[in-house]
């Protein structure tokens, strides 16, 4: 069975730092990228950021680039998204979700087999 398991959710300031994890079990970690999304109180879910299987390869939303880093770790089978300067548009449910390849990820998500269940950020002013 596959797992994605998120955390690190929670309530900051606007300018706070919050990191994410999305611990992954049930799958060959190394075979796959690893992606973050969003979707706030009324609004479609969104591409955040992507980091390929090898790490090599990164994506971030216009949005987020230069606050938000993401990450991975082979050996803890755990993808992360560092996000600093936190602003209230910000807000949202966050999910992790794997599959094979970052290209065209915030297009094709809707096709994605394996997601967490979602981690609650809420940026306040």
């Known amino acids: 069975e596959v797992k994605l398991v998120e955390s690190g959710g929670g309530s900051v300031h606007t300018g706070g730092s919050l990191r994410l994890s999305c611990a992954i079990s049930?799958?060959?970690?190394?075979?796959?990228?690893i992606g973050w999304f969003r979707q706030a109180p009324g609004k479609e879910r969104e591409g955040v950021s992507c980091?390929?299987?090898?790490?090599?390869?990164?994506h971030y939303a216009d949005s987020v680039k230069g606050r938000f880093t993401v990450s991975r770790d082979n050996a803890k089978n755990t993808g992360y998204l560092q996000m600093n300067t936190l602003k209230p548009e910000d807000t949202a449910v966050y999910y992790c979700?794997?599959?094979?390849?970052?290209?065209?990820?915030?297009?094709?998500?809707?096709?994605?087999?394996?997601w967490g269940q979602g981690t609650q950020v809420n940026v306040s002013s």
């Open positions: 979700a794997a599959f094979y390849y970052c290209s065209g990820y915030d297009d094709h998500f809707h096709e994605f087999e394996f």
């Open positions: 049930g799958l060959s970690f190394g075979d796959f990228a």
């Open positions: 980091i390929s299987s090898t790490a090599g390869g990164t």
